[in-house]
């Protein structure tokens, strides 16, 4: 079944600790991904996306992913974590072949920061 | 500029009653979305407005659910009557032309709503 997976439903770091959130994809070709971020009482906020090109990307408030089409994943990285990194993450698609906004959430992941 | 605007924040309401959410989007945003977030889920899209016209509503439980954008600015959504399994915190995001996808969603802080 084409979906979007995020196997971590919860991770915990210590502050200054670099961090990495993993999502990974299930559909025949590659989808538009995107890396949202949930705090308490906040509305969704966009971190980055990935439409084509390189494969790295850089994003808002020092956070940065990786396209690997082989490894069907988009995983989501930031070298030092501070406290007010701790909330919910949602790694997003729009399917291929979609050409309007039709996100699909993975089911997040909640990270904590240890101080 | 003023961020989508969504009220009430929460809501504690009896089963079988009525309830309705409102959403306000960022000005000149013509297509505006609503979703629902369970409990350890991911948002999951209700319906999407192209200005006043619902352009995808395959996934709004059409038995009790009702939305409507009749200005093509704000939105109402309406569950009539309320089950326990609405629980859930429900979504509202704007943004233009949402046929591109290169368009961001911004979205509401949202409306948690209790059924008991």
């Known amino acids: ?115 | 500029e003023a961020g989508v605007v969504q009220s009430p924040r929460y809501k504690i309401i009896e089963k079988k009653q009525p309830v309705a959410f409102w959403c306000n989007p960022i000005s000149g945003h013509n297509t505006l979305y609503w979703y629902r977030q369970n409990l350890g889920q991911g948002p999951e899209l209700l319906i999407r407005y192209e200005n006043e016209e619902a352009v995808d509503d395959s996934q709004l439980p059409k038995d009790r659910f009702s939305a409507e954008r009749l200005k093509g600015v704000d939105s109402t959504l309406k569950i009539q009557p309320a089950e326990l399994g609405d629980s859930a915190v429900y979504l509202c995001a704007s943004s233009l032309d949402g046929g591109l996808v290169y368009n961001e969603q911004f979205f509401g802080p949202g409306t948690r709503l209790t059924v008991l």
């Not at chain 1, 502050?15 to 509305?43: D, H, I, K």
């Not at chain 1, 996306?49 to 396209?67: H, N, P, R, W």
């Not at chain 1, 995983?75 to 309007?100: I, M, T």
């Open chain 1, 1 to 115: 079944a084409q979906s979007v997976t995020q196997p971590d439903i919860h991770i915990t770091v210590s502050e200054g600790a670099s961090l990495e959130l993993r999502c990974n994809y299930s559909y025949g070709a590659t989808p538009y991904l995107f890396w949202y971020v949930q705090s308490p009482g906040q509305g969704l906020q966009l971190l980055l996306k990935y439409f084509s090109g390189d494969t790295l990307v850089q994003g808002i408030k020092g956070f940065e992913a990786e396209f690997k089409r082989s490894q069907s994943s988009f995983n989501l990285r930031k070298p030092s974590v501070h406290w007010s990194d701790a909330a919910e993450y949602f790694c997003a698609v729009v399917p291929p072949s979609q050409g309007a906004q039709k996100l699909v959430f993975g089911q997040g992941t909640r990270l904590t920061i240890n101080p």
